[in-house]
Every structure is written in C-alpha cells, then in structure tokens.
C-alpha cells in the first residue's frame, strides 16, 4: 500500500486519515463509484481572510490568505511583505501588496486543492483536525490561532477583518472556538 508524502502514514484511497493530506485527485470514474463520498475533493470555498501573516517580526513574517472552505482551512502564502518593506521601503512594500492582490485574484479561479498545490508553503487543515480555534484581538491587529494534532499555527490579521473570521469560525468551528 502506498504511503502518504506529507505524514508517511499508510495511504487509504485518495487522502491520508493521519493528516488529511489530498493524496491524489480522483479520476470522474472513481469519483463515482469510491466509497469515500467525491464531494470531500470538491469542497467550495465560502470566506477568506485576507492580509493575515504569520512569523515572529515584520521581517520574518510570511503573507497569508486563510481561505475556510465547506470542510477545511487552506492557508495560501501571499508573499513576505515585512521584507520587502525592510529591505526595500515603501516603494517595495507596494509593489509586494500589487503582487499579492494579483495573486489573490489569480486564486480565485482556482478550485481548494489548486489553491493548495500552487505553493510548497500551502497547507490544509480538515475541520476534524482541528482542535482549538483561538480568535483574539489587539489594539492593530487581531488574531487566529489553530490547534492541531500536529501543531499550532497563529495569524495576524486587519482587525477590520475579525467580525468575518469570528462568523466563518463559529459557523464551521462552532464547538472549537474559544474567544480570548
């Protein structure tokens, strides 16, 4: 039996039960007749927070989009605009947000697992996987913390964005949800 490339648990069908991972994406044929329900592999995307990063100074931080979709969180990688404000000012700094909403609108016309393999950084996150969701915020900013078996990942995000996240959260987290 084949062996999940994210986790190296044993593969059952199309995705990986330690870790979720999408192994593969089923052809229509199989899609019909698996007896893992086709819908998981087209799950629909209903919100997104944008803007948010992750990483411990501007510098480090990555650019994220935390897209929620009927089944999972994806978090796509937007770019690193804390370094391009440091080592290039202003002018980089815009030039990096030009490029991020480009990006943003190329994601768009793609489907979740697109979306999940357009960048190495990607990652999902099934709804069954998650085990706290943390929404918190700050006098700038606001945040989102997920808890994994695996790990625990926090974002920042505009705090004009917190109203979005705590309904997304609440409508596919509801029980998980703790509000600091």
Same mark, same amino acid.
């Given at each position: 039996?084949?062996? !999940?490339?994210? !986790?190296? +648990? ?7 039960? +330690? !870790?979720?991972? $999408? ?6 044929? #199989? &899609?019909?007749? &698996?007896?893992?329900?086709? =819908?998981?592999? @087209? ?12 990483? /411990? ?15 999972? $969180? ?5 770019? =690193? =605009?804390?370094?391009?404000? @440091?080592?290039?000012?202003?002018? /980089?700094? +815009?030039? *990096?947000?030009? *490029? ?10 793609? =489907? ?5 393999? *357009?960048?190495?950084?990607? @990652?999902?996150?099934?709804? &069954? *996987?998650?085990?706290? $969701? ?10 989102? %913390?997920?808890?994994?078996? +695996?790990? %625990?990942?926090?974002?920042? @995000? ?16 509801? #029980? ?5």
């Amino acid at each position: 039996m084949a062996q !999940c490339l994210k !986790c190296g +648990a044993e593969l059952h069908d199309y995705y990986c039960y +330690a !870790c979720g991972a $999408v192994a593969r994406e089923p052809t229509v044929k #199989e &899609s019909k007749g &698996s007896a893992i329900s086709a =819908s998981f592999f @087209f799950d629909t995307i209903v919100g997104a927070i944008t803007e948010a990063q992750s990483g /411990a100074t501007n510098i480090t931080a990555k650019d994220w989009d935390i897209i929620f979709t009927d089944k999972r $969180v994806i978090a796509a990688r937007t770019g =690193s =605009s804390g370094k391009a404000l @440091f080592f290039g000012g202003f002018l /980089a700094y +815009a030039a *990096s947000k030009a *490029s991020q909403n480009q990006l943003r609108a190329d994601l768009a016309a793609l =489907s979740p697992n697109q979306i999940l393999k *357009s960048h190495e950084d990607n @990652f999902d996150m099934l709804y &069954s *996987s998650i085990k706290s $969701v943390k929404l918190g915020s700050g006098v700038f900013l606001a945040n989102i %913390t997920f808890t994994t078996d +695996a790990k %625990t990942i926090k974002f920042g @995000f505009p705090k004009a964005q917190l109203q979005n996240a705590m309904a997304l959260a609440y409508k596919y987290l509801h #029980e998980k949800v703790i509000r600091k």
